[in-house]
């Protein structure tokens, strides 16, 4: 069934390490977007994309870089760059269109040992 | 883009209902208003939108004034599995077209 998939839902990255986040859609959606999530704390905005081969920095892009090669897929990678790496990711993904409702995954839980 | 703020965090008992409201004094004429859920360790999940005066669906409520500077979300007879973090938004009706963001949030928590 439809659905937007984060894998994995666990992932421990040693220090100086660059690690990719997979992000998939089914859902037909042009947009897509990746956030970040200390906890306690609310969704910052990391990269988004609205069409393929087409990405924005939001607000917390450093150390970080993603790719939009095909519609379904939206990887992250978090390189060794950023400085403090743990945290839940969550990706979604939108109509951009028409559609009044973004759709997340489940998202993943990095921890940098 | 339209700031928000809402309350940190919130209780009530089972069986009530539970109003939060979100302030947006900057609101632009195009701009909807927009909750979203977020059970721990859990993607957020859309509940409702609404650009004017009320929208009721299934799960919840939204009132929003005339002048549109606030809205409630009113979830009515709220269950412990109604604990959550509740995100307003503000911002272009499609998700897409903009770079929403997701404010700390409103913690509620329902008390046996």
């Known amino acids: 069934d439809g659905g937007i998939t984060q894998s994995p839902k666990y992932l421990f990255r040693k220090e100086g390490q660059n690690v990719t986040l997979s992000c998939e859609q089914n859902?037909?959606?042009?947009?897509m977007y990746w956030y970040r999530q200390d906890p306690g704390q609310g969704l910052r905005l990391i990269y988004y994309?609205?069409?393929?081969?087409?990405?924005q920095k939001g607000d917390i892009a450093e150390g970080y870089s993603v790719s939009r090669e095909k519609k379904e897929s939206f990887p992250l990678t978090v390189t060794s760059a950023q400085k403090n790496p743990t945290a839940f990711y969550l990706c979604?993904?939108?109509?951009?269109?028409?559609?009044?409702?973004?759709?997340f995954g489940q998202g993943t839980r990095l921890t940098v040992v | 883009l339209a700031k928000t703020t809402q309350p940190i965090s919130m209780d009530s008992y089972e069986g009530q209902e539970v109003n939060i409201t979100c302030s947006h004094n900057?609101?632009?004429?195009?701009?909807?208003i927009t909750w979203y859920q977020q059970f721990p360790s859990q993607g957020p999940r859309f509940i409702i939108q609404g650009y004017k005066t009320k929208v009721t669906n299934e799960v919840a409520s939204l009132f929003i004034p005339a002048d549109r500077k606030s809205s409630t979300l009113s979830l009515p007879r709220v269950s412990l599995s109604d604990t959550a973090v509740y995100y307003c938004l503000v911002g272009d009706r499609n998700f897409g077209n903009e770079k929403l963001t997701f404010g700390t949030g409103t913690r509620l928590t329902i008390i046996p």
């Open positions: 979604a993904s939108s109509i951009s269109l028409e559609g009044t409702e973004a759709f």
């Open positions: 900057n609101i632009a004429t195009n701009d909807y």
């Open positions: 859902l037909n959606h042009d947009a």
């Open positions: 994309s609205q069409i393929v081969n087409d990405f």
